[in-house]
């Protein structure tokens, strides 16, 4: 740290008491009636707006969600043992927003955009974002067309995510949904490294703070917290605090994807956050609906999921963007994208509960994760026939989408064939070849934790895979294959693995891969 | 839980009636008697809050404090809150009702804390500057005198506040080096 001399603290000292205005100003003010379970009523603020931002006389803030006729409903966005019945409450004139800045990047901050990671304060420049904020329009938007690489083959290869876009990630407890996530997190540093980094945000929505500790050590260990924000709002954080958690990641999103940045960021999870929302509602009497969720439920993930976007490439028609905030008007550029993974975790597999339901109509595809998958050892446990992704093979390199056009249909026909196949007798030439090489694609598409594998790789395995090429290696010997293959490759081909990453497949590397190929098989009969 | 909705109504039927029978001004005064009696009790508002002693007791109660003091038609309000189980709002209902009074004659009520008694030619000082100023016609100022202020003063009118207390200057003073803008820019 930076040595302070005694009389550098007085001159702040000084500057800060200079800088105090003491006149007072004219404010508008309520009284608490009633105040417990992080809400409170307020008599008077007659002119209060909703979402508007209070603070209470010991200084703890609240949004005013509740404008009814005799009273305010406020959610507390602190600690609400101080506050008494008489209290008064004043209007600030502000709506609820977060500070946010290059600085906050690779810090553990909660709902407020406070630190909360012993770190001291953020540093750098900051600037005002809404929390609550419009998404672009129609006009300020591009078709998703870039990749997002997330480096687990099966989602690169089968539904792949483009940046800008939304994508689901569903399943049960203890399926690997944050397992998919952090692993794309940590793809994300090959792009970090090359100077082009996309910006990570991890929202952690009611976990356990052991969890979201156990998230940054592994970020940390794997050198992707140099890229990544994590925004906490623990299981011991207030119910508003948690519900508002998602729509401080997106602020903070929002500010790389406005200033011409490609950004990431994983919600984990929204079923949580909407638990939080459902108590907060109850407590404010808003009437229940299904499930006892408030109406306007899906209005809450659908306009917090709308924010993820890829921006028009044209900064002077990017400038003229929606509801941009003053603060960061000057830096907007265009081409920036905010990617969205959204976390929704069922219970006992049922998607047709009210949030799943809600979210995977509001998403542009979802990736299924399965708990009988994921016991067989198939890890990453996704379930390849339910999965989708609605942007598709746009979002895809050249290589990657020839190579891996017909992986979904051959995996979707040698299911089918698996199970004739279980009832053992014999079959016919050509099922046997589709059995055969879907086991061995299986194999080639699981993956181990906190290994992502770069595209170009990615691009070369699968090539064999679904040419067949891989028929004589025994299923348990494909693993071992796989990586005894792909050293060779990158030592003795490294121009080839550049060319696919291009998005080329050039005939004679082509011929000279498979040639390699052909020379370790014989090791893995 | 004060319920100023309900206070509303009831002191709306009390208005409303009081107009009618031209007793206006005498329920007035009757109300800032109760007011009164509640200000300086605490027993007095505990009891009527209390949902163990019966309506009876209270009823009685009541009436041997308000003998004599009030009109009929207050006599009468009374009874029918009695009658309803509200007289807990009591309370709330002549404060409701003090403000419909002040509403429909144009008064507006101004309170200003302060940290030690003020004079009245300051008094009327401010009367003055605030009729001016917030474009009031006719102002009733209630002064309180806390010493927690420090200094300076609190006005509060209409749901609006001006604070030039000395205790809100070391808040302020306070929030801002905890929020330590300048050591962060030298870092």
Redesign the interface.
Known sequence: ??Q?KPD?ISA?LR???S??N?????????TV??VGDGIA?V????NVRSGELVEFEN?VKAIALNLE???VGVVLMGEGKEIK?GN?V?RTGQIASIKVGEGLVGRVINTLGEPIDGK????GELYEMPLERKAPGVIYREPVKEPLQTGIKAIDAMIPVGRGQRELVIGDRQTGKTAICIDTIINQKEFFDAGKPVYCIYVAIGQKASTIAGVMKTLQDNGAMAYTTIVAASASDPAPQQFYAPFAGAAIGEFFRDTGRPALIIYDDLSKQAVAYREVSLLLRRPPGREAYPGDVFYLHSRLLERAAKVIANDAVAKNMNDLPESIKHLVKGGGSLTALPIIETQAGDVSAYIPTNVISITDGQIFLEGNLFNAGIRPAINVGISVSRVGGNAQIKSMKKVAGTLKLDQALYREMEAFSKFGGDLDAATKLVIDKGARNVEILKQPQYTPFAVEKQVAIIYLGTQGLLREVKVKNVKAFEEHFLTEMQNKYPDILADFKKGALPDDGIAKMVELAKSIIPQYK | MPNPRLATRYAKSLVDLAKEKGQLEAVYADMNYLLAVIKSSKDFVAFLRSPIINADKKNAVIAAVTANKVGPLTEAFNQLLIKKGRESDLPEIAAAFVDQYNHIKGIHRVKLTTATEVSEELKKAIVAKVKTEAGLAEVELETKVDEALVGGFVLEFNNNMVDASILRDLKDIRKQFEQNVYVRNIR
């Open positions: 740290m930076v302070i550098e702040i500057q800060q008491l800088n105090f003491a006149s007072a100003d004219l404010e508008e003010v309520g009636l009633q009523r008599y008077g603020l007659n200084g006729e005799d009273n019945e008064k004043r001291g304060p953020i540093t």
